[in-house]
């Protein structure tokens, strides 16, 4: 059974830091694009970054850049997502998603992913 589960949501004051985990298992993660996607009431779901199977290419939107750091083990079969300098706009429910056959070209079509987590929340807030 395939199960993704998100872990390190919690409530931080806007400039700190949050480090997000997924931990994968019943299916190839290291044969995955792994990916984190962020969900908020208003927004609805953004994409965020995507990282390759061997982990060495990493990709991000334009809103997280230079702020986050997608990373991932594959001998742990767990995938990262290092927060730093964070802001309310960052609040959401962040989830992770793994994708078997996504191009280069198409990591940022959330449609595209076939196993998907639960989420955890993350709130920015004085």
């Known amino acids: 059974e395939v199960h993704l589960v998100e872990s390190g949501g919690a409530l931080v004051q806007p400039g700190e830091s949050l480090r997000l985990s997924c931990a994968a298992s019943?299916?190839?993660?290291?044969?995955?694009?792994m990916t984190w996607v962020r969900q908020t009431p208003g927004k609805g779901l953004e994409w965020i970054s995507a990282?390759?199977?061997?982990?060495?290419?990493?990709i991000y939107a334009d809103s997280v850049k230079g702020r986050f750091i997608i990373s991932r083990d594959n001998a742990e079969n767990t995938l990262y997502l290092q927060m730093s300098s964070l802001a309310p706009e960052d609040t959401a429910i962040y989830y992770c998603?793994?994708?078997?056959?996504?191009?280069?070209?198409?990591?940022?079509?959330?449609?595209?992913?076939?196993?998907w987590g639960q989420g955890t929340q993350v709130t920015v807030s004085s």
């Open positions: 019943g299916f190839t993660f290291s044969s995955c694009v």
């Open positions: 998603a793994a994708g078997f056959r996504v191009s280069s070209s198409a990591v940022r079509s959330s449609d595209l992913y076939d196993y």
């Open positions: 990282v390759n199977e061997d982990g060495d290419t990493a």
